[in-house]
């Protein structure tokens, strides 16, 4: 499984910086995404922040009551080209601690994209917006909203047990974890620790490894009780998912999920294609020696991170069912506008999605496969993940129509750092507010 740790940093602590603002505040009217159903960045003219230094009035109607001064009148200065974000990534990067992509929309327009460093050294293909990075945990809300799809159309409840749709469970796995449990992250569960030397050789192989997996998962407390970072929480969803469709969860999703939404450079990409495709990036891993090596080129080298000991993210050839996939900066961007104009789900599934389930801390709480949380008076919808030479973070900012992402592919600690800068230029908040500890 992808971790969810960086650089130390446990599950709790991720899930508040990494943020996703529940819709319980979103059902109040406000909309998921300020931007218009079928706009792209940089689709219309006057899309650079210079060309509307104010938003139109027929824009902040609806949500006046809301906004925060910072965010009022067009775009913050610090989120603008040349702002403090933007210094701030530049910076990192000329000191060789980032490499990858960030990216700035406000309500469909782009207003800051960047790009730094090498995708594939070897090849010496450069990071661009083209670019699909892996995504580890940030991808895991793919599988809530394709539960959620089935839901709608009245296929699966969220009700269900685990025991409805799979077989081969323990009586109490099976009999007494909700759907709506394992989504929520409150399943109870716990799951066998993984071999992080293991490469797999085939699609097949990994299907097969974590279906048996998720089997062996253990109910060690109530169901409704926050779960440690169960891995069965994401993969057992995903085999119902698979169950109910008739379809792997990888096709599934690529086909109802990433080409609805437009996401034409987004996929689940195996370990060769990551070999060979040119629009891939690479991960670039730290070994305990300081040198950094391509992961999936040197499949015998493992991390040295105290929180990823062992790992390589180019040993799973595929990624697990209901985790990680590949995705470009504006394919995230296309994600984030299909959650607010129903193409990817009706409104009120959406805000099922984002809703506020469990408290994490005092601004902080648990959404379906995601955190939310609230920062300088307005909440924040976002997943973040880590592996070796790996990092992805998408955040949307519903109040006020902004959504930011960040991708990279090189060791760094960086992330945690960016997607608190990220929220501050867009909120006027301070880094890392509400995370909620833990």
């Not at 940030?138 to 909203?145: D, H, L, S, T």
Request: aromatic content about 6%; some cysteine; charged content about 20%.
């Amino acid at each position: 499984m992808d971790s969810d740790s960086l650089g130390g940093i446990g599950r709790r602590r991720l899930l508040g910086w990494s943020g996703l603002a529940a819709a319980g505040a979103v059902a109040a009217g406000a909309p998921l995404v300020g931007g218009r159903s079928g706009e792209r960045p940089g689709d219309r003219p006057g899309d650079r922040p210079e060309d509307r230094p104010e938003d139109r009035p027929e824009d902040r109607l609806g949500d006046r009551q809301h906004r925060p001064a910072a965010t009022g009148t067009g775009v913050p200065p610090d989120a603008r080209p040349g702002g403090a974000y933007d210094r701030y990534v530049a910076k990192l990067a000329a000191e060789g601690r980032f490499s990858g992509v960030v990216l700035l929309s406000h309500r469909g327009r782009t207003v800051l994209s960047r790009s730094y460093g090498m995708a594939d050294r070897e090849k010496g293909i450069r990071n661009h917006e083209g670019i699909a990075f892996s995504l580890s945990s940030a991808g895991k809300p793919f599988g809530a909203v394709a539960i959620l799809q089935l839901v709608q159309q009245g296929k699966v409840k969220l009700s269900d047990t685990v025991g409805t749709h799979l077989k081969g469970y323990a009586r109490d796995v099976a009999d007494q974890v909700t759907i709506h449990h394992l989504l929520s992250g409150a399943s109870g569960l716990n799951t066998p620790e993984e071999d992080p030397q293991r490469i797999f050789r085939s699609r097949e192989e990994v299907h097969a490894f974590y279906e048996q997996w998720a089997r062996k998962a253990k109910l060690v407390a109530a169901p409704g009780t926050p779960t440690e970072h169960a891995g069965a929480d994401v993969v057992i969803p995903a085999l119902i998912v698979e169950a109910v469709t008739g379809r792997t969860y990888w096709d599934y999703v690529e086909e109802n999920i990433f080409r609805r939404c437009g996401m034409t450079g987004s996929a689940f990409r195996t370990r060769p294609q990551w070999l060979t495709d040119a629009h891939l990036a690479h991960p670039y891993m730290r070994l305990a020696d300081g040198s950094v090596v391509d992961a999936v080129r040197n499949l015998g080298k493992s991390s040295s991170n105290r929180s990823t000991p062992g790992k390589n993210p180019g040993r799973g050839f595929i990624d697990v069912p209901g985790d990680g996939g590949f995705a470009t900066a504006p394919d995230l961007i296309r994600f984030a506008h299909a959650l607010s104009d129903g193409t990817v789900l009706e409104r009120p599934y959406a805000e099922v999605l984002t809703a506020a389930k469990l408290p994490h801390g005092p601004q902080s709480f648990g959404a379906y496969h995601m955190p939310v949380r609230i920062v300088g008076g307005q909440w924040v919808h976002g997943r973040a993940g880590a592996n070796p030479g790996v990092g992805a973070s998408w955040n949307i900012y519903p109040y006020t129509g902004w959504v930011g992402v960040i991708l990279s592919n090189t060791d760094g600690g960086t992330l945690q750092e960016l997607t608190g800068r990220e929220t501050q230029a867009v909120t006027g908040g301070t880094p890392g507010g509400g995370d909620g500890g833990g």
